[in-house]
């Protein structure tokens, strides 16, 4: 980890075939570029990553501008871990971590519930552009704005490692051990969490039908 | 496991009529990638003869489906467009920050300055250990004040548990 | 440079536990995790109701209402049963995390079984606590046992049957 290098700007010989030799990833090249001074590198991966990771937030904390603010911290860390960057883990799991990390301290410290209050109307107003489709009637809209609260509060009311566990599985689509490398925990612990949450949220919109109407 | 013992496997625990729903939570990884349509062919085939006879599968499968659905509803917002400046501005303040300067200059520069810090660094770390060892009972006090919600509810599901099965031992269980 | 790593090796060498020692230690260290796990609930019961308040704010009301009510459970058992029921939390504690999960998971499959079903694996879980370890075992490979249980039913059992109190 300590070991000093000389800097090149880009990957030197050695280094492209060590990294050709190990298979490595794409994202754990290009960090190994960012570890060596190439900024155009950090921007690639930020290209990259930027949606994933601030959807995740944004559905961790639900609040789009304090998930944007988290995420600017988790692409700070990287940046700051550059010089100390190891490719040891698949870079997703690394940077999930991160995320992970930084939306359940937040979660923890009791500062979603003071955000979440005083960013009332953000949040009705991304409500709204999520659910607006000119093309529908506005009843549609609104029974799509019932359907759209009620799956919100259920992920809310999952508890934070549940639910970084579904939405890591559901909406960015990470293997069972990408999950368990982020939360830090094992496969079948990963297994356990996604089955309890899935259990909660099954009993909590299992009224909901596939249109997106309540049956009776 | 790999694949071909994986699917061995679950032939086996089929035939057997082991069912994943029952055999317990490590197994569970079959329904949902069965749910979310992620599920090796070949396992898809096996799992939906299993399903034709085990209705608690078929029951779990069909709501598990509809709450995957339900789900998409949840779409995520655009990024701002400013993300990206506003966090390279942010890097830039920090790149100009004396400490960070240092910081970047012991991490990744070529001298190793740091290096005749380890001995310092390793007895501090050492004076702090022996203090705790020494006000243990103290410092434990102080984090006892500070409970913790999950830790709580973990706690007394927990014990909950172990009531049923160990104290009370009712003929029924109430759900947890 | 060689007499002060000199010097700092012999300080970590005097500042280092008998390996016996270490292992006493270790074995401590996990007791006092689990008696400090074990008096969380006892810690929380003691809080005042506002003080209750503040540690849950931030849970959702369903997850405070099923709190409220183990700790209702609780607080009816007798002094007694409360000590015996936090020693086994303690036993329970000490257990690896993985053994701890496939014990919860097992008991939740318990409870979405037939309720028919439910009694008579509590009543097998009942007998077995009474026996011996080598009795016990001889009681579950025998045909008699087998025969009552599905293999799902006995790997429930199985699990459940680490949950034998100490005596």
């Known amino acids: 980890m300590g070991e000093t290098q000389p800097q090149p700007s880009s990957l030197t010989g050695v280094q492209e075939s060590v990294t050709a030799a190990l298979g490595l990833e794409r994202d754990a090249e290009l960090m190994l570029r960012v570890r060596d001074g190439c900024t155009a590198s950090f921007q690639l991966l930020l290209e990259r990553h930027r949606g994933p990771v601030v959807h995740f937030l944004y559905r961790m904390v639900q609040n789009q501008a304090v998930a944007e603010e988290l995420a600017q911290d988790v692409f700070l860390r990287v940046y700051r871990s550059r010089a100390t960057y190891e490719p040891s883990a698949k870079f997703t799991t690394w940077l999930f971590r991160i995320a992970t990390h930084r939306a359940l301290n937040f979660i923890r410290d009791g500062r979603h519930e003071k955000g979440h209050q005083s960013l009332d109307d953000e949040i009705g107003d991304g409500m709204a552009r999520q659910v607006e489709d000119k093309s529908s009637t506005v009843e549609q809209n609104m029974l799509k704005e019932v359907r759209l609260q009620e799956v919100r509060n259920a992920i809310e009311a999952l508890p934070a490692k549940q639910k970084a566990a579904v939405l890591m599985h559901k909406y960015q689509e990470l293997d069972y051990s990408q999950i368990a490398g982020a939360l830090e925990c094992s496969e079948s612990a990963v297994k356990s969490l996604l089955f309890r949450a899935y259990e909660s949220l099954r009993a909590r919109l299992a009224h909901l039908d596939a249109t997106g109407t309540k049956e009776s | 496991m790999a694949e071909p013992n994986r699917k061995q496997y679950y032939n086996r625990q089929f035939q057997m009529n082991h069912c994943p729903l029952a055999s317990g939570e490590e197994n569970v990884d079959i329904l949902l990638d069965y749910c979310n349509r992620t599920l090796d062919p070949a396992l898809v085939d096996i799992f939906e003869k299993h399903m034709e006879v085990c209705s608690a599968c078929r029951a779990f499968s069909e709501s598990q489906m509809a709450v995957w659905d339900a789900l998409d509803a949840f779409e995520a917002l655009p990024v701002s467009p400013d993300f990206d400046h506003k966090l390279m501005a942010r890097i830039a303040r920090e790149e100009e920050s004396p400490w960070r300067r240092m910081w970047n200059k012991m991490t990744a520069g070529g001298t190793a300055i740091w290096r005749p810090l380890v001995p310092v660094a390793a007895a501090l770390v050492l004076a702090v250990g022996l203090w705790m060892r020494n006000s243990g009972p103290e410092a434990a006090t102080v984090a006892d004040s500070q409970l913790d919600a999950e830790q709580v509810e973990t706690a007394l599901q927990d014990m909950e548990m172990l009531r049923q099965l160990t104290i009370n031992e009712p003929a029924t269980q109430q759900k947890m | ?167």
């Open chain 3, 1 to 167: 440079m060689a007499p002060r790593w000199f010097a700092f090796a012999a300080l970590l060498l005097f500042l280092a536990p008998h390996p016996s020692e270490a292992q006493a230690k270790k074995g401590a260290i996990l007791k006092n995790k689990a008696a400090r796990k074990a008096r969380v609930v006892e810690r929380f019961n003691k809080l005042s109701d506002q003080d209750r308040e503040r540690v849950l704010k931030n849970l959702p009301e369903e997850r405070r209402k099923q709190i409220e009510q183990n700790r209702e459970r609780y607080n009816k058992l007798s002094d007694e049963q409360k000590k015996k029921l936090e020693r086994q939390y303690g036993n329970f504690a000490e257990m690896p995390a993985e053994q701890q999960q496939a014990t919860r998971s097992a008991f939740r499959q318990m409870g979405q079984m037939p309720i028919d079903r439910r009694q008579a694996m509590q009543r097998e879980l009942r007998k077995l606590r009474q026996m011996e370890p080598a009795a016990r075992k001889e009681r579950m490979e025998s045909d008699a046992y087998k025969g009552a249980f599905s293999a799902d039913e006995q790997k429930v059992i199985e699990r459940l049957s680490v949950l034998v109190p100490q005596q």
